[in-house]
């Protein structure tokens, strides 16, 4: 357990559904990651928050995605109108910016099926 | 450029024996190699780490060997065992101040270890 926690685990959605999924990063850490996971394929960035700043999105990152960060704890993840294609692990990662090397450390993530 | 070539693709190993993993890199820019390691529904945990400024880190059964010139790395564990059975992925990323520091991952490995 790396001190990351992902809610829900699993997350089963028709079609054209809105998902939230939540990440709470290690308490110190002020970077927090998104990436999506498919069966096979190595973890893909999505989101990067220093903070409560959104600095980075990848193009990976449709207009019906959105993430967020308040006061710089907690993130959400949201998907809106959920296509099939959208069926994934989605992982959030932490790390501590004011160490010497930023080392990511991975929470269990949140599986979607969109049916 | 942004790609981290990984192989094989799938590894199948005698118990006791040597398993390496090869990962190729076109960015010069990227200054930190991590190597993960995930079970299945797990989220990845970091095994090993390499800044460029060395040719071999190791630690424990893992060795991680750095060759700058050729922009390639390499995972070897040695004394495989049956609890090492897991998708391996090599990763990269440019750690210096200022980067977001996200991971670009390889496409992973698959071990199998035999008994």
């Known amino acids: 357990d790396t001190g990351v926690s992902q809610d829900p685990r699993h997350k089963i959605t028709k079609r054209g559904q809105n998902v939230t999924f939540r990440c709470d990063p290690i308490?110190?850490?002020?970077?927090l990651y998104w990436y999506r996971q498919t069966l096979g394929q190595g973890p893909e960035f999505l989101t990067y928050?220093?903070?409560?700043?959104?600095?980075?999105k990848s193009r990976l990152l449709s207009d019906r995605f959105s993430a967020e960060r308040p006061k710089g704890s907690f993130s959400t993840l949201e998907i809106q109108r959920t296509e099939q294609g959208d069926s994934a692990m989605y992982l959030c990662?932490?790390?501590?910016?004011?160490?010497?090397?930023?080392?990511?450390?991975f929470g269990p993530g949140t599986r979607l099926l969109v049916l | 450029q942004q790609q981290v070539k990984q192989s094989p693709q799938s590894l199948i190993v005698q118990k006791g024996g040597i398993s390496i993993i090869n990962c190729a890199y076109e960015?010069?820019?990227?200054?930190?190699f991590p190597w993960y390691q995930q079970f299945p529904g797990k989220g990845p945990a970091l095994l090993i780490a390499?800044?460029?400024?060395?040719s071999e880190k190791k630690e424990g059964r893992f060795t991680i060997s750095f060759n700058k010139s050729a922009k390639q790395f390499s995972l070897h564990i040695m004394d495989s065992q049956p609890g090492d059975s897991a998708t391996y992925f090599c990763?990269?990323?440019?750690?210096?101040?200022?980067?977001?520091?996200?991971?670009?991952f390889g496409t992973g490995t698959l071990l199998a270890v035999q008994p």
């Open positions: 990662a932490t790390s501590d910016g004011g160490a010497k090397v930023v080392t990511q450390y």
């Open positions: 308490s110190e850490h002020n970077r």
């Open positions: 928050f220093q903070n409560e700043a959104q600095l980075e």
């Open positions: 960015n010069t820019a990227f200054d930190y």
């Open positions: 390499i800044r460029p400024d060395v």
């Open positions: 990763a990269a990323s440019m750690n210096y101040g200022g980067a977001t520091n996200k991971l670009i």
